[in-house]
RNA sequence: GGUCCCUUCGUCUAUCGGUUAGGACAUCUGGUUUUCAACCAGGAAAGAGGGGUUCAACUCCCCUAGGGACUACCA
């Protein structure tokens, strides 16, 4: 029973961290049942979208893996299409033509009665012969009495009296669809089984569910999920930080742990924390998503960031570091560069928060030689270490035996007969190694070096001391 | 104003009538450590309020409060 979603954003700006999440749940959704995900583009505001959007929207999709399934449907392109729907349901008596004037609505509008109820057009019964000839929309011929139910696979059973609903728009004065009608007509058109989407559109779901009626097409599963808030529970905005997928990327956060984070905030599996996207593929389900808001917590996105740098393939966290590199407008790393990376990666990814902290440490190994120590690290490049030095660097140039363990050995034995901590040696040795303290382990380091390239180090460091 | 939705530690959440209400992040204390840090041990921390139903309610029902969405020829 193959199973649709979509996601269908609006391209008036950069793809939200709110929306970006609601592409995850329908594409979660799609990969867990075999189903497919759509996209589609829903332009048909021309005069707010945008070619540049629609790009970061794609961008952003494509950024945190989630590929849609064939090609993206501009719900501009299919206004032909719209029109034909509003014209079968004027057919049906579905719904009428109404020649009411904007000055006409705004006047009801302003009048005490306007306060309350909507506005109810005088053309709903109105005798076709006294039409005039004049511009008008199609109107929805809402039912007056009964109550519309639907039910939500998030929210539960809503209902509400039709009374409520209005004779909503359905194709404008221009003959171009409103936003109620071409959501409808297009997901039926692309065979859409389950809509998942924010709940600020589960009014929606009944306004909507009386075109599909009217149509006598079915209804589709509806989930309407909660919206994401910021720290004080007020609506996400760019006071709280970065909203758009982008700046994520830009960050240095891995669209691994964006899945993981973004899928965990307001869906749960147990009280699993740190998944893989194939283990939320697994899990996944509509009845697990949680019915109230949540608020977007930055320490522990970070917490899940830290988790998948860790963990992560090797393939997987250098494409990271390649979009990361991209986002900040710098060439990608080279073959190289790569080379030299692969076999420092493990030291590089323990402990590190985000990208550009392992970019960081990765400059022992990339960064040019001889190292100039960073200001705040020189002080540790005294005459008291370069005593220590002297002591220090024929006992290295002894070792046979090349390895961390052997290091770490020979500089705690050696740190003893000096007197002091192991601080006070591993710690300049660091700034000898990368120039900097903010570095993996100086064993760790060393290892890496091998032997050769660590005393060269330690000759380029005394020459300058 | 009206309609609808929501409400467990600071935060994300578990619990599907019977638990000392569990976990994670953050936080605090102690330990350890060559580092931005990490790690180990431990602590503090929650069912919005009020009524019911029931032998028993965080869990079911009602009311109140607070928050939110919608109320466009925007989507």
């Not at 609601?22 to 829903?42: M, P, S, V």
Request: with cysteine; glycine share 8%; aromatic share 10%.
């Amino acid at each position: 029973m193959g199973i649709v979603t979509r996601f269908a954003p609006s391209p008036t700006g950069y793809l939200h961290i709110g929306g970006a999440r609601t592409a995850l749940f329908n594409w979660l959704y799609a990969r867990a049942n075999g189903g497919k995900f759509l996209l589609r583009i829903e332009d048909t505001d021309r005069a707010r979208s945008t070619d540049a959007a629609t790009q970061a929207i794609y961008d952003g999709l494509k950024w945190l893996g989630l590929e849609w399934d064939g090609e993206a449907y501009s719900q501009f392109a299919r206004k032909e299409r719209h029109a034909e729907v509003a014209q079968a349901m004027l057919d049906k008596g579905h719904a009428y033509k109404c020649y009411a004037t904007k000055a006409e609505i705004e006047e009801f509008r302003a009048s005490p009665e306007g306060k309350y109820g909507s506005f109810q057009s005088p053309w709903r019964d109105a005798d076709p012969a006294t039409a005039p000839d004049a511009p008008y929309v199609i109107r929805l011929k809402a039912p007056r009495d009964g109550v519309m139910e639907i039910t939500d696979e998030v929210q539960g059973r809503v209902s509400w009296k039709n009374a409520e609903f209005d004779d909503m728009i359905l194709l404008r004065s221009d003959r171009t669809p409103t936003y109620m009608l071409a959501v409808v007509v297009d997901d039926h058109d692309m065979g859409v089984t389950h809509i998942i989407r924010g709940d600020d559109h589960l009014i929606n779901a009944g306004r909507q569910s009386l075109i599909y009626n009217a149509m006598g097409w079915d209804i589709p599963v509806f989930a309407h999920i909660p919206l994401i808030f910021g720290d004080d529970g007020k609506k996400l905005s760019k006071r709280h930080g970065a909203t758009g997928a982008e700046e994520y990327r830009a960050m240095g956060y891995l669209a691994e742990a964006m899945r993981n984070y973004l899928a965990r905030l307001g869906w749960s599996h147990g009280d699993d924390e740190l998944f893989t996207t194939k283990q939320a593929i697994e899990w996944f389900n509509l009845k697990a998503i949680n019915k109230a808001p949540s608020r977007f917590d930055f320490k522990k996105l970070d917490n899940v960031n830290k988790f998948h740098i860790e963990n992560v393939p090797d393939d997987v966290l250098i494409t990271g570091l390649q979009d990361y590199i991209a986002s900040q407008g710098r060439a990608p790393l080279t073959e190289a560069v790569l080379t030299k990376l692969k076999p420092v990666l493990p030291i590089l990814r323990e402990r590190t928060k985000k990208l550009p902290d392992l970019l960081d440490k990765a400059r022992f190994i990339l960064g040019p030689r001889p190292f100039a120590p960073d200001e705040n690290d020189a002080k540790h490049l005294n005459s008291v270490f370069n005593g220590i030095l002297k002591r220090l660097t024929p006992q290295l140039a002894g070792v046979t035996t090349w390895t961390k363990e052997e290091l770490e050995t020979l500089f705690r034995d050696f740190a003893e007969t000096e007197g002091v901590g192991l601080g006070k040696v591993a710690q300049p040795m660091k700034v000898v190694l990368s120039g900097t303290t903010k570095s993996p382990s100086t064993f760790d380091m060393m290892a890496a070096l091998g032997k050769d390239e660590t005393l060269a180090r330690i000759n380029d460091a005394t020459a300058r001391m």
